[in-house]
């Protein structure tokens, strides 16, 4: 599918507080770096709006390209340009930063006719910092790399709130001098930085990363719910899982959502399916089996069907919950009459 202008991003909500100490940190000049750069941005999203409002707080300048008003309002706000064409943005920076939702949207803005294979010059920098298949990475190199233009894949682990935060990591791959280059933009945005190789490595290793992540949600799903039947409080195994062997930053990170329930997403069951669907497919082009992740993708395949595709990705736990039997007034954290069911 082919539109004129793409959609780049999901809307972000509006902080007036943030903006406000935003505002506060140009105005001050507390921009934590010399070394600055015009920077473009493509997709101000829920990851794009956070990382973009950093790169302006540590003094670079930055045009960016979002069709809709609404994404955008928060960024120029802040001080942003507005670019009203691909052809604009590349003219107007140094490097060019893309956080967008998937493979057809990163097409548009990359490969089709007058897109960023086309407008971009020698000299300058695309960083790609999306989830992403190593296949359309790929062919936006062979495009790229032979006119002179550096291509550097980044995309980055971590949420909405480390992301405001600065604390996301980014797994980098490309022209190691290029990474050199936009390491200052790079730390604006992350809090540590992985360089894995010149090629698609840090695509795979993202994939791999997802991977974990998501086979997690789905385990810790199973195993709180064996533990319920035996009268645990999800509260309790949680304290106890994360001062154990297998203790996670992602388990502890997620650990106040499971306890109260509130799977207010940070992260969808369907963008979750999305990176499965990646996962899959690169393991399918790569002859690689991977039996548990092709069962892990039915489980959010489920959740999906059950109406949970906006919920946080961790509410397998109730899924796991109800397959099971176990209802609300049943379970040991939320109702005293635990010495009455049964366990075996």
């Known amino acids: 599918m082919q539109?004129?202008?793409?959609?780049?991003?999901?809307?972000?909500?509006f902080d007036g507080q943030a903006l406000g100490l935003a505002r506060s940190?140009?105005?001050?000049?507390?921009?934590?770096?010399?070394?600055?750069m015009k920077v473009g941005w493509a997709g101000i999203g829920k990851m794009g709006a956070p990382m973009s409002r950093r790169v302006l707080e540590h003094g670079h300048s930055l045009t960016v390209y979002e069709p809709l008003p609404e994404n955008r309002a928060f960024i120029v706000g802040l001080g942003a340009n507005v670019a009203h064409s691909l052809a604009d943005l590349a003219a107007s920076s140094d490097v060019i930063?893309?956080?967008?939702?998937?493979?057809?949207?990163?097409?548009?803005?990359?490969l089709v006719p007058d897109a960023l294979g086309d407008v971009m010059q020698a000299g300058q920098i695309l960083v790609e910092m999306s989830t992403v298949s190593p296949e359309i990475s790929a062919e936006i190199a062979?495009?790229?790399e032979p006119k002179g233009v550096a291509y550097i894949r980044a995309p980055v682990s971590g949420s909405t709130v480390t992301a405001a935060s600065g604390?996301?990591?980014?797994?980098?791959?490309?022209?190691?001098?290029?990474?050199?280059?936009?390491?200052?933009?790079?730390?604006?945005?992350?809090?540590?930085?992985?360089?894995?190789g010149q090629g698609e490595e840090a695509r795979y290793l993202k994939l791999v990363v997802n991977a974990m992540v998501g086979a997690t949600a789905a385990l810790l799903g199973e195993a709180l719910t064996l533990g319920l039947k035996g009268n645990?409080?999800?509260?309790?195994?949680?304290?106890?899982?994360?001062?154990?062997?297998?203790?996670?930053?992602?388990?502890?990170?997620?650990?106040?959502?499971?306890?109260?329930?509130?799977?207010?997403?940070a992260f969808?069951?369907?963008?979750?399916?999305?990176?499965?669907?990646?996962?899959?497919?690169?393991?399918?082009?790569?002859?690689?089996?991977?039996?548990?992740?092709?069962?892990?993708?039915?489980?959010?395949?489920?959740?999906?069907a059950e109406g949970l595709a906006e919920k946080d990705f961790f509410v397998l736990f109730e899924q796991y919950e109800r397959l099971a039997g176990i209802a609300p007034e049943m379970r040991p954290d939320t109702e005293p009459k635990i010495g009455t069911r049964k366990t075996g």
Request: charged content about 20%.
């Open 25 to 36: 940190a140009i105005r001050e000049g507390r921009m934590g770096m010399t070394d600055t």
């Open 142 to 144: 062979a495009v790229l």
């Open 3 to 13: 539109e004129t202008h793409p959609h780049v991003g999901h809307a972000a909500p």
């Open 167 to 196: 604390g996301l990591s980014v797994m980098v791959s490309g022209q190691e001098d290029a990474y050199r280059r936009i390491t200052p933009l790079l730390e604006s945005v992350s809090a540590k930085q992985f360089y894995v």
């Open 268 to 304: 969808s069951v369907s963008q979750m399916m999305k990176d499965f669907d990646l996962i899959l497919d690169t393991a399918k082009s790569d002859h690689v089996p991977m039996y548990l992740a092709s069962m892990i993708r039915q489980q959010y395949e489920a959740a999906f």
């Open 97 to 110: 930063v893309l956080t967008i939702p998937n493979d057809a949207i990163l097409r548009q803005l990359t």
């Open 232 to 265: 645990l409080s999800v509260e309790t195994m949680l304290s106890v899982i994360c001062e154990s062997a297998v203790a996670s930053p992602l388990i502890a990170y997620k650990r106040d959502l499971l306890v109260k329930r509130n799977f207010d997403p």
